[in-house]
Nanobody, 121 residues
């Protein structure tokens, strides 16, 4: 059973920082892309940041310069460092990964359960 388990969410004041972590566990062969999405109440889920093996990182315009995504490939963990947080960053943050179960098997998309980030003004 492959799982993505997030941690690190919480309540923070505007201007503060948080670091989210997402660890992949279970039986899998490799991970290609890992990223973070978020969904605020009444809004669609949106990409925040992603990291693709051999292809670098990608950020939403709204978080560029404030958020940093990083990966520990040895531990299969992806982090999201969030600085200068704003009330509009309030959302449930979801970890996302494309994982392959064996050599030659296509990558399939996986999601974590989500972690709440609330930024107070």
């Amino acid at each position: 059973q492959v799982q993505l388990v997030e941690s690190g969410g919480g309540l923070v004041q505007a201007g503060g920082s948080l670091r989210l972590s997402c660890a992949a566990s279970g039986s899998f062969f490799s991970i290609n892309r890992m990223g973070w999405y978020r969904q605020a109440p009444g809004k669609q889920r949106e990409l925040v940041a992603s990291s693709t093996s051999g292809a670098g990182t990608n950020y939403a315009d709204s978080v560029k310069g404030r958020f940093t995504i990083s990966r520990d490939n040895a531990k299969n963990i992806v982090y999201l460092r969030m600085n200068s947080l704003k009330p509009e960053d309030t959302a449930v943050y979801y970890c996302n990964a494309y994982m392959s179960s064996a050599p030659g098997v296509a990558y399939s998309e996986r999601w974590g359960q989500g972690t709440q980030v609330t930024v107070s003004s």
